[in-house]
């Protein structure tokens, strides 16, 4: 739990994001992760729970505790 | 007068899995200086088809550009690779993600065996392909430069066969043309070179066996010039295909003069 600005108290979970656990606010899609993030959805390809998922999907898949999140893309390669 | 200097012989269309392509050079986006080189270097190769590889986001970084920012996929073929992939069912989740990108259903399978050399695991590399074959993916296949394992990839149904021509980013140059001759002599999907290419030499070497293409990194990205490097490839590609179809005079252990004979002089 963390306290906001307004002095009450936001609900946060704990996930694995490319392999670092982290804390984010509940009730997140993954695609408002991603906003979050400051990374764009038509950039990155998103594993979720060993699932990957196709973009239009983005917005409906909720974050929940103990999800493993991986945000791959393209780089330099032989 | 007017004289014609086009040559008699014409080149085949490069095709690989049925889209033809305009250079028979390929080349890698991998461990330049910067990106600005990268981008120069890749225009100077005239290259159309690029690979990438696939990795975690850097969420440290303020801003993290992947590749895309500085290829414009309109212009370029853009091939993922699976680098770095030490089994088949890592190699067919990489493939995957890349494809989850939306650009295109095709992958430069890579399934590595061994650290130190980069040799690929040929058993996981013909499992992973014929799982990515099922799956829809046009895979292109590198391997080393075997002729069984490429009769297997091929069989399997593989759009090309990418032998090496030494290990991946030695620079070693083509080590084994017979068995690279002996693997386009078998095979009808298209062989391309792939790792091992130093200079421009080595490029034009191995375009002589009568490969369909060479795939190149660090050649290029390791050149003290990478530009003037990626231009020396492209003359170098040309000129081998184009010695090779011109059909080489052969070999003799002895001299034959060039001038007459007859004529001379008492």
Known sequence: MKPTGQGMTQETIEITLNGQPRRVAAGHTVLSLLNELGLHPGLVVVEHNREILERARLGSVPVGAGDVIEVVHFVGGG | MTTTTQPVTRDVPFVIGGREFRSRLMVGTGKYRTNEEMVAAIDASGAEIITV????????????????????????????NTAGCYTAEEAVRYARLARAAGLNDWVKLEVIGDQRTLLPDVMATLEAAKTLVADGFKVLAYTNEDVVTALRLEDAGCAAVMPLASPIGSGLGLVNPYYIREIKRRLSVPVIVDAG???????????????????M?????????????????RLAVEAGRLAYLAGRMPRREVAVPSSPVTGMLD
């Open chain 2, 217 to 233: 990194n660090t050649a290029l990205a390791e050149a003290q010039d990478p530009v003037a490097m990626a231009r020396a490839m």
């Open chain 2, 197 to 215: 290419v130093g200079t421009a030499s080595d490029a034009c070497v191995t375009m002589e066996q009568g490969v369909d293409g060479i795939l």
């Open chain 2, 53 to 80: 590889a696939v990795r975690r986001v850097d969420l440290d970084r303020t801003k993290e550009e992947g590749i895309l920012f500085h290829l414009d996929p309109k212009r370029y073929f853009l091939l993922p």
